[in-house]
């Protein structure tokens, strides 16, 4: 027996929605914090710029100037480093939210699919239920002409029907059978195309 032999469905395997679920309130929580990261970010190119401004009207000295510069471009470059981190995740997030999704959208199309096609079986189902009472009748009317041209054809050898009366019911009766006859092909025809979509 293989190891993989009796275990369960794959533990990593998430329902798409699931997956969007989870990574929502991740992404609500990066996103607000990205937002900050960038305000913080243009405060301090601010900062800088007054640093800059300070020195250039004789209010710091150039020394400070440098001191409090390189503080302020250190927290900076901190900053940056986690910005960059919450865009990679961010990204990675947005990915996976992605995928998700277009899983999602393949599995509604598949549904979608799936009750079109019980709707074509169920629709053909009540059209051969009722094609076939049709066929029934069919089939039972041609037995009664064929009855009918029995009976006539009696009458006929036994003289109780004129020639000219026997032709004229009988061509009758010849036309109603090739129509009938038509009719029931096509019924056939249609209760066999019906049955393959039942069968599919």
Request: charged fraction near 40%; charge should be negative.
């Amino acid at each position: 027996m293989s190891h993989w032999e009796g275990t369960e469905a794959d533990p990593y395997d998430l329902d798409p929605k699931e997956v969007l679920s989870q990574y929502s309130v991740e992404w609500v929580a990066l996103r607000k914090s990205y937002e900050e990261l960038k305000k913080q970010l243009n405060e301090i190119q601010q900062e800088l710029a007054e640093l800059d401004r300070k020195l250039h009207d004789g209010e710091i000295s150039e020394q400070e100037h440098m001191r409090l510069y390189k503080e302020t471009w250190l927290k900076s470059t901190q900053m940056v480093q986690v910005k960059r981190e919450v865009e990679s995740r961010l990204y990675e997030i947005q990915r996976k939210i992605r995928a998700a999704n277009q899983v999602l959208k393949e599995q509604e199309a598949e549904r979608e699919r799936r009750e079109r096609i019980e709707q074509e079986k169920t629709n053909a189902m009540v059209e051969w239920m009722s094609l076939k009472q049709g066929f029934d009748l069919v089939i039972n009317r041609r037995k009664e002409i064929n009855r009918e041209m029995d009976l006539l054809e009696i009458l006929r050898r036994e003289g109780k029907i004129s020639n000219e009366e026997y032709r004229r019911r009988h061509l009758e009766q010849i036309k109603r059978l090739a129509e009938l006859r038509t009719l029931e092909t096509d019924i056939r025809r249609r209760l066999g195309e019906l049955l393959e979509i039942i069968r599919s």
